[in-house]
């Protein structure tokens, strides 16, 4: 191949996926999606049909058939003694609840629903009670806020037009006909003390104000870490039998803890043959069945938990059993805010609560609920419930398996996992304990490395020393195809000559790419490399890129590079000195007529006569190859975490090290040569050079036989079509 064709070629598939991706993000964006067949409510809120929660069914999931009531509900229906209106309290100040310094958490709840619009991980260090393990950013000393309102309109007031967790979204009493909105609102707030607050909300009679229906809500702080119980009792106070189905929402607002691209996913468990399924889905997925919300217990099966996940935490909540038999009747997974364009973490699971049968007066009933605000690591999954870390019981350890990429072969993140979390046990710091995996595994692959750069320069050296045969049997079988690839391999096998052995040039790279990705997988989920810090100024977050220099909050664009990295935020220096570490792993490579500390003598280029590349080509095109890489490699790596682009540049600073050892190596034992004379060559050959020879003797010996079958026949020897040129 011309190496002017070469870059031509590359040039022309870099400007196609380029153009590619602009013409589709910009001529096809994320449809919208499409008309909800839900009536539309008066005003946007949590229980609104055009931002909010959409109501929850019976338990067959048939649609409500009367309008939806509100807190300032009159009686629509004078003519009934049960016409009623849902009712709460006055105040609308939020409720704090925990923060103090042996909690794990804080929540910040709203008596608009009885939702919780905020929640921080308050856990401090033992050593530095100071300190927060789990902080905003590595440079302040802020708790993580795991979740926060999401808001449909940036530009209203804070507090205004926003979707919060755990919203009781409505109620509907079959036995009337109508359902109620009690996500927007306001429930009583009755008392918030020693980690325990309790709502209220009732339906009153529409005509003496008297109760009818009684929904208390209670969050309590549990003692065990990150976990807080939500508690619903249904009270029925009026003098008839009533069934009433809650729609009960999950978490919603998680925040994206990734630079480079999305990696919230709602994720659900649910129980198949007595044994856990996972299963999870994007916005996007959701978005496709927004008129048919998926069925996260569809068939018969039992949901175990549904979480809504980020790169490195996430909210499960799991429904707990109770006496009264399992009052879970449906749980969708769908999108709180689909007409949203673009809005990434309004994913949202919504349970629909009734009891097994009509509520008796004076009859209850009770759902309680189990929520987990906190990392997915499995550590300290344990800690807060041993079931939490095993996938035969609750297995909420299995929300790490969604970050995993195809590539990856299941054992190794476990096993690079373990080996970083080894290191840095000795090492105390992460980034030191990256370059402690590169010693180890580029000291496993050392043998491999001596023998594939050794092979490789022995392997250009013979085909330098044959590339006058191969020209001159070029030249004499110029006509004739066939015999010239005979006439070639029975020169290769002759000469024990490998050209195949060039392959095995990538070999190191390829048996370290299951290990990067491995690694990679291990920093996207282990939490504590989050925050963690290779020094006090430069790399203080090892999980995302370095961030020598920032732009702000609009990032820069630069063209063509931003459309395959998007707006670039900050200058990465780690990248560009891996690309410089790269360049020159390839320039020390050991080539023919080079060696150490000494460059390659010129020479007078081999003269083509005929087709194919001189040695001289071959290097030059391989160069070109390695410097376009070294482009390409730090361009994917921009935005990648500074520990993954740590340990490459750190895996090529070894090569440089390793390459430089070999071609001292190489350079004695050509000295060694010179002095003691050539050898007597050796009778034995490589397998490779004897298969070609194999192969040249097999084809010789069928054209014979073919050319005695057309003699026999009285026809002439097939003829061979010259060759095109």
Known sequence: MDTRRLIVFVLLAFTFVVTYQWIYNKFYPLPDPPPRTAQPAPESGPGSASGGPISGGSRNGSAPSAPTGGAGDGPSLSSDPSAARAVGGESTAPVMLGGGPSDTLRLEL?????????????????????RHVHRQNPRTNDPYELISPLRLDPTAPAGESELYSLTTAAVRIDEWGREFSLGDLNWAALSAEAGVAHFSAAL????????????????????????????????????????????????????????????????????VGGALQFKHASRSELLKQINDPRRLDAGGERLAWAALLNKYFGVFIRPLTTAQGDPVARVVGTVAAPQITGLMEDAISRFSLTPPAALAPGASLEVSFEVYFGPKDEDILRRSDPAFADRGQLGFVAARDVDQSCCTFQPLPGVMLWLLETCHFFSRNYGIAIIMIVLIVRGLLHPLAVWQQKNMYRSQEAMQRIQPKLEALKEKYANDRVRLNQEIMRLWGEENVNPAAMLFTMAPLFLQLPILVALWTALSSDVNLRNAPFDGWWMVDLSAPDALLRFGDGGVHIPLLSMLTGPIHSLNLLPILMGVTMYLQQKYMPKPGQTAGRKPPPAPATP?????????????????????MCIMFPVMFYNMPSGLTLYWMATNIFGIVESLRIRAQIRAEKERREREGPRPPSKRTGFMARFFKYVAEQAEELQKQADQVAAKSGGQPPSRKPRRK
């Open 110 to 130: 709203q008596p608009r629903g009885a939702s919780v619009s905020r929640a921080w991980l308050t856990e401090r260090r033992k050593n530095n009670p100071n």
């Open 204 to 271: 009153r009679r529409a005509e003496d104000g008297s109760e009818l229906l009684r929904i208390s809500k209670t969050y309590a702080l549990l003692d065990r870490p990150f976990l807080m119980q939500m508690r619903l009792i249904v009270e029925n106070v009026s003098d008839g039998p009533l069934t009433p189905t809650l729609t009960q929402d999950g978490p919603i607002g998680i925040h994206d803890d990734d630079p480079t691209y999305d990696m919230r996913k709602l994720m659900w468990a649910r129980w």
């Open 608 to 628: 083509r006569k005929s087709g194919g590349m001189t040695p001289e080509e071959t290097a030059r095109m391989q160069q070109q190859i390695g410097a376009m």
